[in-house]
DNA sequence: TATTGTTATACTCTATAACTATA
DNA sequence: TATAGTTATAGAGTATAACAATA
């Protein structure tokens, strides 16, 4: 991607919500990812240390739930995550199946970084959106992400 | 992904635009692309047909431009269109560097199936917003992607 | 020297399937 | 038999770098 100078988007294009949501989408990620570099972060990888801190040492399948990710995925991000010592795995006592996961002070901390140059780099986006029309989109992409169904 | 009863969204998550905006057009996504699938068209490709109808017969780099996708991405993709006789790629005349893309009927009967599919599949999404909220949202995300600056 | 398109290659993100170890 | 986590593998989507032909 090179020639990027505000161009128009084709009319068809702009009135597609799956364009439009991948498009924008995908330039925020660009952004956030460029801006958690030099913290050592994937996005993923911040996103599972936001609910690994809020949820309080949760066991992996509930980060995968709360993440909206396959387990699978959770196990490998956490592989890294344990790796670098920004997170512990502890096989829970009461059910030996379960591993519980808990921020290191190291994790803490980077957390604390990672978030702070995650929403530097969104500055971009709310440049150009009021806290009236970021509330409209905040509500309408939750209740879609929350409403999906299963089969 | 298996798990997915209306469960809610972490806190942190939920207010990131980031988050929000990556799984919103994940998720819209693989409604779209289950959809175009009898057609026969993944998204990325129902887009060029889109902008290739719209612009009328454009050369290649302008199609790049208008998808916002890498020229060599968008060689990929014709490829795989031409192929199937959707579009013909011309040498242009007057410039002999540049390709011309031209829908085939078949390309243009295709181009509505697919619209249509798309927009079916989009429903799961506009059941749950309302059309001012759509508008906003529309409008919001329009903006950001075309003011994209380059360096 | 700059631009159009091509080729070969590689990267990110995420999932599916099959497995191990419990329960 | 069902569940938690792991491993190996694969796929979609898109980009970078080097190149050929032409301008």
Redesign the interface.
Known sequence: ?????????????????????????????D??TEALKPVGLA?AEL?IL??VQ??GSPMQSVIA??????RTTVTELLDGLEERKLVVRESSKADRRCKTIRLTPLGRRILVRG?RA?TR??Q???R??TTD??E???H???????????D
Chains 1, 2 share one sequence.
């Not at 009135?15 to 949501?21: D, H, N, R, V």
């Not at 739930?65 to 396959?70: A, E, G, R, W």
């Open positions: 991607m090179q020639t990027e100078t505000t161009k128009k988007l084709s009319p068809s294009l702009a009135a597609s919500p799956g364009y439009l949501l991948n498009k924008a989408a995908r330039m925020l990620r952004n956030v996005p996103g936001r609910v809020e949820e739930d709360k993440c909206f990710l396959d978030a995650a780099a969104q971009d986006f709310f150009i959106v029309e970021w409209t989109i905040r309408v992409l939750v209740r879609f992400i929350e409403a999906a169904s299963p």
